[in-house]
């Protein structure tokens, strides 16, 4: 256990930030979908791509060089994917983003790197991720698995509700202590129960901003 690396969860906005990955396989598929989702400006570095890589390429989702890594490719980099197969150069690759202080992935050694990735489950808004550490990718997904099975499609407009409450609440109450005791009362609506049963309909604005005024004067 004293060997363990000790992580840090974090959820990071990719959003148009320039995230490098050095490589042009399988692995930089499954990073390039990753970032391309959380809205990330993707340049890869590699000699060779994929077919799928280089349909991502055609159609402008991401930038491409057309060579083998070098030294002093990363500056600038939000964060850096080394997803070679040449354990060598990923190993270059997370001593120079080390030295940068750029967030580095190291696919195959995760121990050299400053992040891993963890499994993912997603409902909407919703987001649960589950690391064993390094100890085992496939039984991260496992446990995902189990936890698509307990969570159903019901978190969703679930989560939906609760977003559209807050910011209507955010916008409406100014003061900080009054917003968060209205915030607690939202979620003693019984909302996801309702979702369960078949029961729920969207709530309109008109409803919204009624039940802020009355909590609101409670």
Not at 91 to 117: D, H, K, P, Q, Y
Not at 183 to 196: G, S, T
Request: a negative charge; glycine letters at 8%.
């Amino acid at each position: 256990m004293s060997n363990m690396i000790r992580y840090v969860p974090i959820m990071l906005n990719c959003d148009e930030q320039t995230c490098l990955i050095i490589g042009g396989g399988l692995v930089a598929e499954r990073k390039v979908d990753t970032l391309l989702g959380a809205g990330a400006q993707i340049h890869i570095i590699s000699p060779v791509l994929s077919e799928k890589l280089l349909q991502r390429v055609d159609s402008g989702q991401i930038e491409w060089t057309a060579r083998e890594y070098r030294e002093g490719d990363l500056t600038g980099a939000f964060l850096v994917h080394a997803a070679t197969d040449v354990p060598e150069v990923n190993e270059l690759v997370a001593r120079e983003a080390r030295r940068l202080g750029i967030l580095v992935n190291v696919a195959s050694s995760g121990e050299s790197g400053t992040f891993i990735n963890p499994a993912v489950m997603k409902r909407g808004r919703l987001t649960v991720a589950v690391s064993t550490s390094g100890a085992g990718p496939l039984a991260a997904m496992d446990v995902c698995n189990h936890l698509e099975e307990l969570l159903g499609d019901e978190f969703e407009p679930y989560l939906e509700f609760l977003h559209t409450m807050r910011s209507a609440v955010k916008k409406e109450i100014a003061s900080p202590s009054a917003r968060r005791k209205i915030l607690r009362k939202i979620h003693e609506i019984d909302i996801l129960q309702d979702i369960r049963r078949g029961t729920y309909t969207p709530w309109s604005p008109e409803q919204i901003q009624q039940w802020i005024s009355y909590n609101r004067e409670e």
